[in-house]
């Protein structure tokens, strides 16, 4: 292919993704067009029956607000929203929860201005690095406007610190250290804490920065998080045992039990066996934590110590030195072992930020990396599923015990029945 075809060819494919970002744009704007008129239909439904004293329907369509231009990761989107006349004077007014009064830009937008200062540019190159990702979209992104960004989120930072947990109560906690991408003037990591209430929903409980081995720097969350009312710990912490927050955990909430990550625990077992030996000894390792009692989880624990102990003592005296607590999910919930055998929780939401080497050129300050962390977090957050079984939650908040997965009483319950089914049939 000679010089002349291949830049007709690159001009064609400029101009189809043209054509294509038109469309999708186009797309974009009807779409929001019908959903804005279903919102408006719906409130003016909503006050159908409120009229005036002289028998006129009290709220009604009243053309449109200005237009104004969202700005969306495939470019500005030109938008306007009805509004509403209010007749009777009670100064009822139709709000689009779309498009609050003052949206400029969307979500997604305000979600990369964040990843952007975790991957270490500064403001003063903020509208560059914008323009190359969603095009004329940025212009409206001054380096003045990312500060008034970022002001206000140090403000929501501020005020998450500072929330009273007095009325919350955690069944669950993951936990870990995360390293971020961008450095930062102090070589610290952010410590995270992620919970599950009484609902089953998950939500972030702590974010701070400090060292991750450190024992004082963990005890300062957790006791900040009691000094804040939460007075009663959780059931059970899961987290890496290369954590100083286990030692810190017994002096704050010491009757919370603990569970080890099977992930991080595998990838330490064989990173101290031979590559060859490695995939088997993976599945020798997947059928402990995977067998459906802890005495069968037991047994395959034993078979992997005799299997390997010879010749591999470091590799085995890793797994044995937390044997309890890689099997403490035994005395929880069935339906929850696919959320407690590991900190998944945490690994998976920061999985395209949390990076053992701080390689980029920008630098920033540890506040500022709290605050870019917190805002990903919570955007993150809103797409958190409640974890499954959630309705064994109360049983373990109410002190009932489980063993092997299930609970106690309904165990002695099930033998009880077959008792009586028994009888039934010797009768």
Same mark, same amino acid.
């Given at each position: 292919m000679n010089k002349n075809t291949t830049n007709r060819t690159e001009n064609q494919n400029l101009g189809f993704q043209d054509v294509l970002t038109e469309v999708l744009r186009a797309g974009a704007q009807q779409m929001l067009r019908a959903a804005i008129e279903i919102e408006i239909n719906t409130f003016i439904e909503q006050y159908k029956d409120n009229v005036t004293e002289s028998g006129l329907q009290q709220i009604v369509r009243n053309g449109y607000l200005p237009a104004r231009t969202i700005q969306t990761g495939i470019g500005n989107i030109a938008v306007e929203v009805p509004r509403t006349r209010d007749r009777g004077g009670e100064g009822i007014i139709f709000h689009s929860a779309l498009l609050p009064p003052y949206?400029?830009?969307?979500?997604?937008?305000?979600?990369?201005?964040?990843?952007?200062?975790?991957?270490?540019?500064?403001?003063?190159?903020?509208?560059?690095?914008?323009?190359?990702?969603?095009?004329?979209?940025?212009?409206?992104?001054?380096? =003045?406007? @990312?500060?008034?960004?970022? =002001?206000?989120?140090?403000?929501?930072?501020?005020?998450?610190?500072?929330?009273?947990?007095?009325?919350?109560?955690?069944?669950?906690?993951?936990?870990?250290?995360?390293?971020?991408?961008?450095?930062?003037?102090?070589?610290?990591?952010?410590?995270?804490?992620?919970g599950v209430r009484a609902d089953g929903r998950k939500e972030l409980v702590a974010l701070s920065g400090g060292f991750r081995e450190s024992e004082i720097s963990w005890k300062g969350v957790l006791l900040d998080l009691k000094n804040r009312g939460l007075a009663i710990g959780p059931k059970l912490a899961i987290g890496d045992g290369a954590l100083g927050f286990w030692k810190a955990l017994k002096q704050v909430y010491g009757e919370t039990k603990t569970q080890r990550c099977w992930v991080h625990k595998t990838v330490n077992v064989l990173d101290k066996l031979p590559q060859k030996n490695q995939k088997k000894a993976k599945e020798k390792l997947h059928e402990i934590w995977m067998a459906e009692t802890?005495?069968?989880?037991?047994?395959?624990?034993?078979?992997? @110590?005799?299997?390997?102990?010879?010749?591999?003592?470091?590799?085995?005296?890793?797994?044995?030195?937390?044997?309890?607590?890689?099997? =403490?999910?035994?005395?929880?919930?069935?339906?929850?072992?696919?959320?407690?055998?590991?900190?998944?929780?945490?690994?998976?939401?920061?999985?395209?930020?949390?990076?053992?080497?701080?390689?980029?050129?920008?630098?920033?300050?540890?506040?500022?990396?709290?605050?870019?962390?917190?805002?990903?977090?919570?955007?993150?957050?809103?797409?958190?599923?409640?974890?499954?079984?959630?309705?064994?939650?109360?049983?373990?908040?109410?002190?009932?015990?489980?063993?092997?997965?299930?609970?106690?009483?309904?165990?002695?319950?099930?033998?009880?029945?077959?008792?009586?089914?028994?009888?039934?049939?010797?009768?």
């Open positions: 949206l400029k830009r969307t979500k997604q937008m305000d979600e990369l201005i964040p990843w952007l200062y975790l991957k270490g540019i500064s403001s003063g190159n903020m509208h560059e690095a914008l323009e190359s990702l969603v095009g004329p979209a940025a212009k409206g992104l001054s380096p =003045t406007n @990312v500060i008034r960004l970022k =002001t206000q989120w140090e403000q929501d930072f501020e005020t998450f610190n500072k929330r009273n947990l007095s009325d919350k109560q955690y069944v669950y906690f993951w936990v870990d250290g995360i390293y971020l991408e961008a450095r930062l003037e102090e070589k610290q990591c952010m410590l995270v804490i992620i802890k005495e069968n989880a037991l047994k395959a624990f034993d078979v992997f @110590v005799k299997t390997y102990e010879d010749k591999y003592p470091k590799a085995t005296d890793c797994l044995i030195k937390d044997k309890d607590m890689l099997l =403490t999910f035994y005395d929880f919930p069935a339906q929850h072992w696919r959320h407690i055998r590991t900190s998944n929780a945490i690994e998976s939401t920061f999985a395209t930020i949390r990076l053992r080497t701080n390689n980029t050129k920008g630098c920033m300050t540890l506040k500022t990396g709290e605050v870019m962390m917190f805002k990903l977090i919570h955007s993150a957050e809103k797409r958190w599923l409640r974890i499954v079984g959630s309705n064994h939650l109360a049983d373990l908040i109410e002190g009932i015990s489980f063993k092997d997965g299930v609970k106690n009483g309904a165990a002695k319950l099930t033998k009880n029945s077959e008792k009586i089914g028994e009888q039934k049939c010797a009768a």
